[in-house]
Nanobody, 126 residues
């Protein structure tokens, strides 16, 4: 499985961005997926996760009400819509792919995700 993340960039406080993470490869399926982020000098932290059909989603408290995770299984792509961005949202954003059971509830732990995208940088300027 290969993951290609895109959509990062420079945005002002209060602005919006939409990240995309496209999966490819012979074994790609509708597995649970997630977004994590890592700021300079900090650990990679959970942002949002989604189950196989989008019916179950989880968010970090810091982004709840501002970010929305969604997926298009026909395109094997997961999205992260980020609104009302703050300087503390500045980080490299990574998408993860969980190879365990498709029906598993999405995990908020980075150790549950086997495959990762290359990361896309989001910079929020004040």
């Amino acid at each position: 499985v290969q993951l290609q993340a895109s959509g990062g960039g420079l945005v002002q406080v209060g602005g919006s961005l939409r990240l995309s993470c496209a999966a490819s490869g012979r074994s790609v399926n509708n597995n649970p997926r997630a977004w994590f982020r890592q700021a300079p000098g900090k650990e990679r932290e959970f942002v949002a996760a989604i189950n196989w059909n989008g019916g179950v989603t989880y968010y970090a408290d810091s982004v709840k009400g501002r970010f929305t995770i969604s997926r298009d299984n026909a395109k094997s792509t997961v999205y992260l819509q980020m609104d009302s961005l703050k300087p503390e949202d500045t980080a490299v954003y990574y998408c993860g792919y969980d190879v365990s059971s498709i029906l598993r509830r999405p995990s908020t732990s980075r150790y549950s995700y086997t495959y990762w995208g290359q990361g896309t940088l989001v910079t929020v300027s004040s």
